[in-house]
């Protein structure tokens, strides 16, 4: 079974610049989040799609981060315009998404330098 | 308070002794706990789910939960150098989220 996939693996942009990070997620599964971690932290959810709806967005600096999930299968998240904060790496995880079964499963991210 | 906490460590142990890690919540309404191992420029990757109080044992691994105190554990019987790591804990919170603690960092000296 083919695991999450994420490109690009590296990014490398000036600040203010945009840039946009690609998921596919496990076959079958419902649910897929992203995430951010920063060096040092545990992921921190940014949004989380059931299917091809928003299921939690509250952490999403929607002022400059946009994400979307169309046909409920692959999804885009976008950084427009970038800060330096948000140098990080963006993980993405798929899950189910029914049942009691909650276990999540990470591609290989990407990360992100904002010089 | 944070919603999950880890001691960051590093927790050193050497080879061949039991590592373990800790962690605590604080949602009360958490009923799935699970364990993350990440390597340095890696992403998470699940090692352990548990879901009833009491121990859970996969291989060297071992997963002890008590609701009751808001604590769950992850104990690693014979530790080697390539258990060095970062490793997570997530209670599950509700509609299908996680919420990751900073993780504890062990280091396994030959």
């Known amino acids: 079974e083919a695991g999450v996939a994420q490109s690009p693996r590296y990014k490398i942009i000036e600040k203010r610049q945009s840039v946009a990070f690609w998921c596919n997620p496990i076959s079958g599964h419902a649910t897929l989040y992203w995430y951010q971690q920063i060096l040092g932290q545990g992921p921190k959810l940014l949004i989380q799609f059931q299917n091809n709806g928003v299921v939690d967005d509250s952490q999403l600096p929607k002022d400059r981060f946009s994400a979307e999930r169309l046909k409920g299968v692959d999804s885009t998240l976008k950084i427009q315009p970038a800060k330096l904060e948000d140098s990080a790496v963006y993980l993405c995880?798929?899950?189910?998404?029914?049942?009691?079964?909650?276990?999540?499963?990470f591609g290989p991210g990407t990360r992100l330098t904002v010089t | 308070q944070k919603e999950v906490e880890q001691n960051s460590g590093p927790l050193s142990v050497p080879e061949g002794a039991i590592a373990s890690l800790n962690c605590t919540y604080s949602d009360r309404g958490s009923q799935s706990f699970f364990w993350y191992r990440q390597y340095s420029g890696k992403s998470p990757e699940l090692i352990m789910s548990i879901y009833s109080n009491g121990d859970k044992e996969d291989g060297r691994f071992t997963a002890q939960l008590n609701k009751a105190s808001q604590y769950v554990s992850l104990l690693i019987r014979d530790s080697q150098p390539s258990d060095s790591a970062t490793y997570l804990c997530a209670p599950h919170t509700g509609f299908q989220k996680l919420v990751f603690g900073t993780g504890t960092r062990l280091l396994v000296s030959p």
């Open positions: 995880a798929s899950s189910l998404g029914s049942g009691d079964r909650y276990e999540q499963y």
